[in-house]
């Protein structure tokens, strides 16, 4: 089922976007319009923006359950059936309630029943990584790891969560760990993601999603539709991000099954702090 989630937001973006210059215009032409054209706006527009906030604005997680924003989807397709008019009372029913719905409980939600050899006590298999030129990179004996599988520079919630761990390097530094940040898309990407922050995190690319299929992390059709366009491949990896020891035992292990929900700095801190 995960692959059909791809299909889901970009081509909703449209359609309802569609929908709300055709609640406006209509609203302007006929400012007596009755109670469901603006129910179906009040429906609609806070996915919407909602869901474009999350491009906009710099965060790396949201709450899982976004009542509020349902909330106002039933509010506002009870407005709109209650002075029933096509097709802005279907407008709010499909574009506002359902769409609100599927967002939250489906599409924002991973399937992670597939077997993976990530887990806390478990050792990290060994693997090869490469930077964006193609060489190979090592890591340092006897330093801590950090290991972090972001989907891409397409993701806005991945950029977030970078730019928060770049902002604290230093904290990250000082504890003795060294960064690996790895992404399965186009190696001029991650070159572009390298110098845009401009710390030493070791940025890795898993071109063909070879590494994220080892590990039990690989995310089948997880890049959205028409994203590909921009030479993304359609498969992604899930969020993931581990910690382990010198010894390469895993000490900590996020493993999100929801693309909105990610770990807190302060829990990889603890997580290192309680090794000391």
């Not at 791809?6 to 929908?19: G, H, K, S």
């Not at 478990?122 to 790891?145: C, M, N, Q, V």
């Not at 970078?162 to 230093?170: F, L, N, P, S």
Request: proline residues 6%.
């Amino acid at each position: 089922m995960n692959r059909f989630k791809r299909y889901f937001p970009i081509p909703y973006l449209m359609v309802a976007m569609a929908a709300i210059v055709h609640i406006i215009v209509h609203l302007v032409r006929a400012p007596e319009a009755g109670l469901a054209w603006i129910g179906a706006l009040v429906a609609i527009v806070p996915l919407v923006t909602f869901m474009l906030s999350l491009v906009v604005v710099k965060r790396a997680r949201t709450f899982r359950y976004q009542y509020p924003l349902l909330a106002i989807a039933v509010i506002g397709t009870g407005l709109s059936f209650i002075g029933f008019e096509s097709p802005a009372s279907w407008y709010a029913l499909i574009l506002g309630l359902i769409a609100s719905f599927v967002y939250i409980f489906w599409y924002s939600v991973f399937d992670r029943s597939g077997p993976t050899v990530i887990a806390v006590g478990a050792t990290l298999p060994e693997f090869e990584l490469h930077d964006s030129e193609g060489r190979r990179i090592a890591p340092t004996k006897g330093k801590y790891g950090l290991y972090m599988f972001v989907r891409g520079n397409w993701c806005p919630l991945c950029m977030a969560q970078i730019q928060e761990i770049a902002a604290q390097y230093q904290e990250l530094e000082a504890r003795g760990v060294e960064v690996f940040l790895i992404a399965r898309q186009p190696e001029a990407n991650t070159q572009a993601l390298a110098k845009r922050f401009d710390v030493p995190i070791r940025f890795c690319v898993d071109a063909d999603g070879k590494l994220a299929r080892g590990l039990g992390i690989e995310h089948g059709g997880g890049v959205p539709f028409l994203m590909d366009t921009l030479g993304y491949d359609s498969d992604s990896v899930l969020p993931t991000v581990v910690i382990i020891d010198p010894s390469r035992t895993i000490i900590f292990a996020d493993l999100t099954d929801n693309y909105r929900v990610r770990p807190e700095l302060s829990a990889l801190l603890a997580a290192l702090d309680a090794q000391a």
